[in-house]
């Protein structure tokens, strides 16, 4: 089993930055690509970005290409998520996902084990 915490909401104004973390414990000895995932009120979870297990690729949807960046300290355990430029739309739930692959997926079916998510509010 591999427990996922995030940390690092919070309310920001539009323009401002945040940067989320997740730290995994458990059998975090395993291989284990990670992504994120959002979910804004009354819309469905969606992929936001993806990083391998090595942390050689990643991946972003178009909405937050050159805007989020995601990496990880596998030394720590910890992957972070780091969003500049924050917009109103950005406003969602944010989970952290862990996939016992090298590589990250798209879909949510694609993740074992997921975090409680942490609230994500950008004012206009």
């Known amino acids: 089993q591999v427990q996922l915490v995030e940390s690092g909401g919070g309310l920001v104004q539009a323009g401002g930055s945040l940067r989320l973390s997740c730290a995994a414990s458990?059998?975090?000895?395993?291989?284990?690509?990670m992504g994120w995932f959002r979910q804004a009120p009354g819309k469905e979870r969606e992929f936001v970005c993806g990083?391998?297990?090595?942390?050689?690729?990643?991946y972003y949807q178009d909405s937050v290409k050159g805007r989020f960046t995601i990496s990880r300290d596998n030394a720590k355990n910890t992957v972070f998520l780091q969003m500049n430029s924050l917009q109103p739309e950005d406003t969602a739930v944010y989970f952290c996902?862990?996939?016992?692959?090298?590589?990250?997926?798209?879909?949510?079916?694609?993740?074992?084990?997921w975090g409680q998510g942490t609230q994500v509010t950008v004012s206009s």
């Open positions: 996902a862990a996939r016992r692959s090298g590589m990250f997926a798209y879909t949510q079916q694609a993740y074992d084990y």
């Open positions: 458990g059998r975090t000895g395993s291989t284990y690509a």
């Open positions: 990083i391998s297990a090595s942390g050689t690729f990643t």
